[in-house]
């Protein structure tokens, strides 16, 4: 049976949308949070990882050549250099050294694109858990180098070959799991979506990343941003940089979507920008999905993007215009790859070149004193082979 909740809700979205059999195991896993996190010895185990195995605080770069391209300053949040890459191990730590304070040793995630599934292994090798990892048949072939990885550092991965063979599929097979083995098992979800309490959970774990941004950007500029500009995914590096500057009114916060190849076709992952509320994964937030309400498989040049919902935190922070929302395509946001890599020898993600595409598109718009944070969610090195392939497709 399906029952909202009426708790961990932003707004009227988020709740918990899942098997009446999940239901104490997400109560035990919200109690064990907030206990963990108001422990000092278990925030000194989690900052201390974040230092000496993360690499933590990421750099906060001035980028004059870009800056001087868009017509303002720009500061780049370089979690592209952090262990594995990306922003996602801050998570895959954090929820991997719960799973031990609640006595469970057994880790299952879902992954798409494999990132999430990369940052699941580590945290996992590093720890000595048990890892398991859904992944559809067809992601298994499309990202044959991450599943190398997740079985290198001892994953086990599991080929889901029901329905459309992709994400979708394998988080139906790892919520079964779940179910089954909930009582030895903790489900590691990657982004800010989810039923409660993940959504509030992965949030927190990456507001270290606007916590340490905003101490950094008045350090060196001595004043806020005027905008905090990210992509949006599921919406975790969004998320993790927005949250320290929710509460300052002047500070615009601008999420990136995947446009895709058009906002007027249908092949794009602008969850926000085009889609409706319903429920996915647990939750209820904006997502896509056709006229009977079911779910519309996304597109996106970047596997991180390429995913119909987003997370209720932003479809609240949507709707309450505390936040903007825009979409870049796919080509723009190749375009964006190449002019970071050239401008300031920062090769960025293709998730990350979406938000960076977006601001090359605001020249001659800022004022003259204004400031911009940007979230470098994460490195390209993961994307040269595929810009490559495209590269010599269109020559
Ligand atoms: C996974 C990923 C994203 C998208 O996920 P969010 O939860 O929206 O942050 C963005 N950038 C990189 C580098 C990623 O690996």
Redesign the pocket.
Known sequence: MIIPESSGRFGAFGGRYVPETLIPALDELERAFDEAMADAAFVKTYTDLLRDYVGRPSPLSDAPRFSERVGVPVYLKR??LNHT????INNAIGQALLAMRMGKRRIIAETG?G??GVATATACARFGLECIVYMGEIDMERQELNVFRMRLMGATVIPVRAGTRTLKDATSEAIRDWVTNVDTTHYII????GPAPYPRMVRDL?SVIGREAREQMLDRVGKLPSAVV???????????IFHAFVNDPAVRLIGVEAAGEGLMTDRHSASLSRGRPGVLHGALSYLLQDVNGQVHPAHSI?A??D?PGV?PEHSFLHDTKRAEYVAVTDAEALEAFSVLSRLEGVIP?L??SHAIAWLLGTVGTWASDATVLLCV???GDKDVAQVRAMQSQSN
């Open positions: 979690e592209d890459g990306a922003h996602k694109a990132q999430h990657g982004s800010v979506v990456q990210a992509c949006v995914g599921g919406g975790s590096n969004a998320m993790g970047s991180g993007l995913y997370g993600a998730e990350t969610s994460g490195r």
